[in-house]
């Protein structure tokens, strides 16, 4: 919060958290009083805290123990250190996001990460009981218990929805990582979660509200989102887009994506697998590999998928433990028959989630290899991930603009034949504008990918 104001809590974790600036007390608290009023239990600062330890120990626990973090949006809490501190912590600890917005506001850099591709809620013109019930339902789906998720219909007529702006979602990965998001596509988040168009008009999220008004539901990912998979997110631009229905938006619906068939498990040491690429497919392991690269040697991945042959050029120079794990778990055939789980046109395509959803990993984590660029130009390729040193299988290859992502996700490769392959899968996704941003049109598989070692 942004007032080191104490919260209340009996002892036990509350459902939900709510994060706001003491500016925008006044109308929380109404809020507040509604969601308990219809069972929801709500952790919420109160007042009186001085000093930052404390504060920081409450919210900690406060979030660590909740279901969901309500994040109060407006000018004012959007550019709290604090209130960027408690989305970062529920980020990190895979809660899920759910931003209610009380008035037009700019998404700041700092938040872009963790809120591209997760759902919002805005407030604005519409009956003050069927957006409250709006807000329930959202919670519910959460995991939130609601006694009353579903309150009476209204009886009066509504108004016509204005337009509103948001931004795409992220790329993610495990829990829903995803090139987040940080801010990517709406994105969806770390995630890291899309433009309404290939490429983004703007990078400010605008929500046109009015608290009094009522809430109105902005259909977008929850990935991460975030799901919040453990093993990659990425974030991407910000775009204008109508927050509509499919049917107004994009008459393509998304494609329902197989579970892929599991392979062996190495539940001791991960030996080198073998280079002639003999080895039998593994799709789990109890710890991260070992250095199986040779120094001094190059390595470029052939992956071939459903449209055609992508070559990768692996620089273990500036990434050298990241391609060591590609490289490793390509030789073990983890990647073979997984899914582009994530599509967002104009900005990334992500494969690399054992179950094919975006939630999983190989069973270990590794650390960051951040480029010393920062950037991420077309044909880029990179770990997905839900916050920092949380490396595992996922990754992305950059499709479009990705020049709003942050400095947050190990750089290994480049595409250095078959760019219009990778653009052709860029197409298969859904836009921003659909309720369904960032999934796939059609099943897109990874088949198999060769390393070669010169």
């Known amino acids: 919060m942004d007032g080191r104001e104490s919260g209340g809590g009996n002892g036990a974790p509350e459902d939900v958290v709510v994060s706001y600036s003491s500016r925008d007390r006044t109308r929380v608290l109404e809020l507040v009083g509604r969601l308990r009023g219809a069972g929801v239990s709500v952790w919420v600062d109160y007042g009186g805290i001085d ?14 123990g909740c279901k969901a973090l309500l994040l109060i949006g407006s000018e004012s809490s959007l550019n709290s250190p604090n209130v960027a501190r408690e989305v970062s912590l529920a980020s990190e600890t895979n809660k899920p996001i ?17 809120l591209a591709g997760i759902q919002y809620l805005a407030l604005f013109d519409r009956d003050p009981n069927e957006a409250f019930a709006a807000v329930l339902r959202s919670l519910s789906r959460l995991g939130v218990t609601v006694a009353a998720p579903n309150p009476p219909a209204r009886t009066t007529p509504e108004k016509p929805r204005p337009v509103t702006e948001r931004p795409r979602p992220v790329v993610g990965g495990d829990a829903g990582q995803r090139p987040v998001t940080r801010t990517a596509p709406r994105a969806p988040t770390n995630g890291p979660r899309v433009k309404a168009a290939n490429r983004p008009s703007s990078n ?12 109105a539901v902005v259909a977008g990912l929850v990935q991460l989102v975030p799901g919040r998979d453990g093993d990659g997110r990425t974030t991407g631009n910000v775009s204008t887009t109508t927050a509509i229905t499919r049917a107004a938006a994009d008459p393509t619906g998304p494609v329902s994506i197989p579970t892929p068939a599991g392979g062996a498990s190495i539940t001791g040491e991960t030996p080198c697998p073998n280079a002639d690429g003999s080895s039998p497919r593994t799709t789990s392991f109890a710890k991260a590999p070992p250095t199986c690269i040779v ?19 692996l620089d273990a120079d500036e990434a050298p433990n990241t391609v060591n794990n590609f490289v490793v778990l390509a030789r073990y055939h983890f990647f073979d028959t997984l899914p582009f789980h994530r599509i967002v046109p104009g900005f990334v395509v992500q494969g690399g ?3 094919g959803s975006g939630s999983g990993n190989p069973g270990y984590r590794f650390a960051d290899e951040l480029p010393a660029s920062g950037t991420y130009p077309l044909g ?11 490396n595992g299988s996922q990754f992305f290859i ?15 490769g480049e595409v250095i034949d078959g760019i219009d392959v990778v653009q052709a899968i860029d197409k298969l996704g859904l836009p921003a504008s659909d309720p369904d941003a960032g999934k796939p049109t059609e099943v897109v598989t990874i088949q198999s990918v060769t390393i070669k070692e010169t």
Do not use: H
Request: without cysteine; glycine residues 8%; charged residues 15%.
């Open 51 to 64: 000093g930052a330890l404390l504060w920081g120990q409450e919210i900690v626990e406060a979030i660590e």
């Open 98 to 114: 759910l931003p209610v917005f009380l008035e037009p506001a700019v998404i700041p850099r700092a938040l872009r990460y963790q």
């Open 204 to 215: 400010q999220l605008k929500i046109a509200a009015g608290f009094a008004a009522g809430f």
């Open 295 to 313: 120094d001094g040697r190059t390595y470029v991945a052939d992956m071939q998928t459903s449209k055609g042959l992508i070559t990768i050029t």
């Open 353 to 355: 989630s054992p179950d």
């Open 380 to 390: 880029s390729v990179a770990m997905a991930n839900s916050g920092a040193n949380t």
């Open 398 to 412: 950059v499709s479009g603009d990705a020049s709003s992502l942050s400095r947050s996700y190990s750089r290994f």
